[in-house]
């Protein structure tokens, strides 16, 4: 059985150190992304339509395995990527990292998981 060398990152928010809700928020939207909704009012009718659109953050170019809210496993190879991310954000989140092996079954899985997310970029309701 082969395995893959993969690091484990945790952190935690140091929610007093945000200067707003606004901008705590802005760290996890960069990190997982967010869904966008419009609605748009069409003609006399008041008819309203609804668009849906994917934001994304930093983990939808990186294939992961999300392990908690605020844990999740990314290849060895993508781990400066999210090193930088999370430097910037250095006084107000706390990380810690752990290498972690992973059987070829659930790097697969992680790999096909990543690609049925990257489809999902906007929808029209």
């Not at 690091?7 to 967010?34: A, D, M, P, Q």
């Not at 009718?45 to 392990?67: A, C, S």
């Not at 092996?101 to 049925?116: A, P, Q, T, V």
Request: charged share 40%.
């Amino acid at each position: 059985m082969r395995e893959k060398k993969a690091v484990l990152i945790c952190f935690s928010v140091k929610t007093g150190k945000f200067e707003s809700h606004y901008e705590r928020n802005t760290f996890f939207r960069e990190l997982y992304g967010w869904k966008q909704i419009i609605r748009k009012e069409i003609g006399d009718k008041m008819k309203v339509k609804k668009y849906v659109y994917r934001r994304k953050g930093i983990l939808d170019e990186i294939p992961h395995i999300k392990v908690d809210q605020s844990s999740f496993i990314i290849p060895e190879d993508d781990v400066d990527k999210i090193f930088n991310f999370l430097k910037e954000w250095h006084d107000k989140v706390i990380w810690k990292t752990f290498k972690v092996l992973l059987e070829e079954s659930d790097i697969e899985k992680m790999f096909n998981e990543f690609k049925k997310e990257i489809k999902i970029e906007g929808k029209y309701e």
